[in-house]
Nanobody, 128 residues
């Protein structure tokens, strides 16, 4: 079974930067990390899951929510089984738990933890 572990979260001041990582381990039915399109999804306190960004399995195409476009950058290293999210110019409204998940999660109905594989999340807090 594929498992994902996020890291890199923390407390940062507005305008600061963080780089999140999502490391994959395990093999599901013969598939490797490079088989999966991947997404970052976040959940702010008291709110539902919000799609942030997606990247295709080869790393050539990426998508961003309007709220993070121009500030966040998603990438992946399939040789290292790792997904990344570079977050710049952070705002207080970016405060949330950030999850990595398999698949392209742009469609709201796919924002369910019962679909595909999810990590346990990493907390990002943007505050002065």
């Amino acid at each position: 079974q594929v498992q994902f572990v996020e890291s890199g979260g923390g407390l940062v001041q507005p305008g600061g930067s963080l780089r999140l990582s999502c490391a994959a381990s395990g093999v599901a039915s013969g598939y490797t990390f490079g088989f999966y399109d991947m997404s970052w999804v976040r959940q702010a306190p008291g709110k539902g899951l919000e799609w942030v960004s997606s990247i295709d399995n080869g790393g050539s195409t990426s998508y961003y929510a309007d709220s993070v476009k121009g500030r966040f950058s998603v990438s992946r290293d399939n040789a290292k089984n790792t997904l990344y999210l570079q977050m710049n110019s952070l705002k207080t409204e970016d405060t949330a738990v950030y999850y990595c998940a398999t698949g392209d999660r742009r469609i709201p109905s796919t924002l369910q933890k019962t679909i595909g594989y999810w990590g346990r999340g990493t907390q990002v807090t943007v505050s002065s």
